[in-house]
């Protein structure tokens, strides 16, 4: 296994690490398991999310009795001081652990929502008091938004950033991953292998882990199979018929693909259009059908209150066509 710098915490990540999403979908003792295969096989880096129900728990229970733990992540979506306050300690109290080595705010959509964390009543004050007491070590962001991560960089307040990052998402690839690397800040990979559209995975990993900016490629797994097979995937540089491979899969899913940027919103309607490509990836790729709709439901606005005025489909850089997109989500989802 690598192991890469995670910018300037002084702490090395293995290239390939461990993301928590899968793990809400497998039974306790199997999710146990997978976290004690993990780190057998060299894997150092686990990232989970209060977000994520029972994966806290879960890598909680698979770390006992260990000698010694790896570097451990978590991040909430609460955006004020007292909420994620709170998060901190569920987090601690979920895992049974008195230290968690990163918190990161998740999901930070929009410069607003930056900017509200990071007012002095924030989420970010929470996170900073949880460090001064040894909560926490350091201080991490994730997003789907480019632009949001750019301006979090430059405030310099934070150790990581987490952003996807694939061969069909690589829009981060061109401006954030070298910017940030070069303030010294750890790039976390999310969904190198596109929630599950590259199903290549070796050639999908080689090709995040070529580029020596990013600390590691954060991947979710779910079979003790995924483990070895990920890790000896993503050794060594990507071979021609590897990216022909990729190749393929990116131009079969590049017109329907959905990159989080938010450039469709907002829709006169309200629909949040990302949201809803999310979910419907979360149902489609990832198993979690039955999380996705109880998602859906509790969604204020619907895609049946869609007008087809088609304003999104302007707006959208990669010119998805994403009324019939929707139309195929309602299907899945309601
Ligand atoms: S539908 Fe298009 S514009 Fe909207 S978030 Fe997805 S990729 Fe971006
Ligand atoms: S086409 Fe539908 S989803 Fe798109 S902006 Fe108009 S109302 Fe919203």
Known sequence: MEYRQLGQTGLRVSAV???????QRIPAGEAEELVRTAIRHGINFIDTARAYTDSESKIGAGLQGLTELPIIASKSMARTKEAMAADVAKSLAAMGLSRIDLYQLHNVKDLETLERTLAPDGAYAALLEAREKGQINHIGISSHVVSVLLAAVE?????????????????????????????????????????????YAGPALKYILGNPHVST???????????????????????????????????KWAGRFCRRCEYCQPCPQGIDIPMIFILDGYHTRYGLQEWARNRYQVIPVKIGECVECGQCEERCPYGLPIREMLQECRARLE
């Open 17 to 23: 690490s461990l993301g928590g999403i899968p793990l």
């Open 217 to 251: 490629a954060l991947v979710g797994m779910d079979r003790l199979s995924q483990v070895a097979s990920n890790i000896q995937g993503a050794e060594g540089c990507l071979q021609s018929d590897e990216r022909n491979q990729l190749e393929e899969l990116v131009s």
């Open 155 to 199: 405030t310099g307040k934070f150790a990581t950033v987490m952003v996807p990052y694939n061969a069909i998402e690589n829009q981060a690839a061109q401006e954030l991953v070298p910017r940030a690397a070069a303030m010294g800040l750890g790039v976390i990979a999310m969904k190198p292998l596109a929630g599950g559209a590259l199903q």
